[in-house]
């Protein structure tokens, strides 16, 4: 049961960070920073809304590793302490934990917390690619995860909306599209785009390609079947990208894992880069492995 409380308190947090993102971007004052590297930034609500999701998660799953992006966060402060929430999702506490996850206690759990994935695209106000993402692993294994998606449209109105899993019980959250047997979409960077993305894309000939911001989104566009694949041969993601998405992903019966086919550990010591890049598919999901070349990554 240790699971379902602690992803009720995530799917919580989520949803409050994603109103840190909504105010700041309307203040107007984004307070861009260049964190070095390329297209690697850092605004204000980065830090706010990891403030919030950190302090909380400690305080309501005190025994779990949490780890975010972020890493000039002070949990000391008076603010940190005012944005403390333990509110909990009764969405998430509806469901029973699957049985082959019920034994896992507190202290197994690592929570992977990304509070603004796609800051690029934050700072140039493309907010459909922007998304706050919880993922949490047990035993090296993304076993839950949610994405909150700020600025969500329905009829016309920015209301958000809230996607979330765990392997064994389903996911929840979003409408899946019947995909087309035989279908190849592969969604990529739109940002970081090299010769090795390239060449992994042209050798799976796509029918489409689909370049937007963020890894969240990418995902999203996964669990819909607004794509059958996201693919990004190169480093550049690191695991609190990824392990949201992987465990929808999971929780919905397809795979996410390196470019070559091998699972990406999310345990508390592992390092933080996907160096070998990223793959998810819902089904296909070996077609595509088999089409990236060995040294593609090398060259
Ligand atoms: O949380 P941020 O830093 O916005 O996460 C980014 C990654 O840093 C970035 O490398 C990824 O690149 P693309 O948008 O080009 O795919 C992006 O997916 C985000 O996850
Ligand atoms: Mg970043
Ligand atoms: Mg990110
Ligand atoms: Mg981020």
Redesign the pocket.
Known sequence: MALMRTMSACVAVAEKAGGVLRDIMTSGNLGIIDKGGI???QTLA?KKAQLLIVSSLMKHSPKATIIG?EDDVDYTTEEAKSLITLDTSSDVLQHSCPESLAHINEEDLVIWV?P??????YTEGRKQDVTVLIGIAAHGEAVAGVIYQPWYEVQGKETGRTLWGVVGLGAFGFNRQPVPEGRKIIT?????MQQSVQDAIDSCKPDKLIQ?????S?CILVIEGLADAYL?ASP???K??TCAGEAIIKALGGKMTDVFGNPIHYGADVSYPNKTGVLAAMRDFDFYVSKIPANIMDR
């Not at 937007?212 to 969240?216: A, D, K, N, R």
Request: net charge negative; charged share 35%; glycine share 18%.
């Open positions: 297209n690697n930034l980065d992006e990304d603004l994935d796609g800051t690029k695209e990529t960077t739109r940002s970081h937007i911001g963020g890894s969240g990418k990004f550049g993601t690191k609190w990208d």
